[in-house]
């Protein structure tokens, strides 16, 4: 197997466990103690850790596309623009979250909250738009 489909599997499986924790977090946020958040919260910040280097290496596996996503526009390549703007801004507010608001139910973490579902929403429309590529390099669809 390739390694830029190795990465692509470390994407999936850490882009859906961001999702569920950042879900659970939000949720324990509005329903939990303080300390359920804080277990939701740190899970969901050690699990992004992960998630930010293996973006990275995506990112550099696939560096000479990024450079013409800009001289040749298409649905798809506007697709992986606003993929990438809505990252930066979901990395953002993570960051900003994490150093000025340490207990639940902030507007700063709302406010990450609702990046990171648009963010994961039009992951999800990438991922799925590729996903006949993605099943034949990892081996799911025969040659």
Do not use: E
């Not at 359920?36 to 560096?63: E, F, P």
């Not at 990450?112 to 991922?127: D, E, K, N």
Request: hydrophobic residues 50%.
């Amino acid at each position: 197997m390739k390694p830029i489909f190795k990465t692509d599997i470390a994407l999936v499986v850490l882009g859906m466990a961001s999702l569920i924790s950042g879900i659970t977090t939000h949720i324990a946020g509005h329903y939990s103690s303080p300390t359920a958040w804080q277990y939701a919260s740190w899970t969901h910040g050690i699990i992004n850790i992960g998630l930010l280097i293996a973006t990275c290496i995506h990112i550099k596996q696939h560096w000479g596309w990024f450079k013409g996503l800009i001289k040749r526009p298409s649905f798809m390549k506007k697709i992986a623009f606003f993929i990438t703007l809505s990252f930066i801004a979901t990395l953002l507010s993570g960051i900003i979250t994490l150093l000025f608001s340490n207990t639940p139910n902030t507007h700063a973490g709302l406010v990450h909250f609702f990046i990171g579902i648009l963010f994961s929403a039009l992951v999800i429309i990438h991922f799925c738009s590729r996903w006949k590529i993605f099943a034949k390099g990892v081996g799911l669809k025969k040659q």
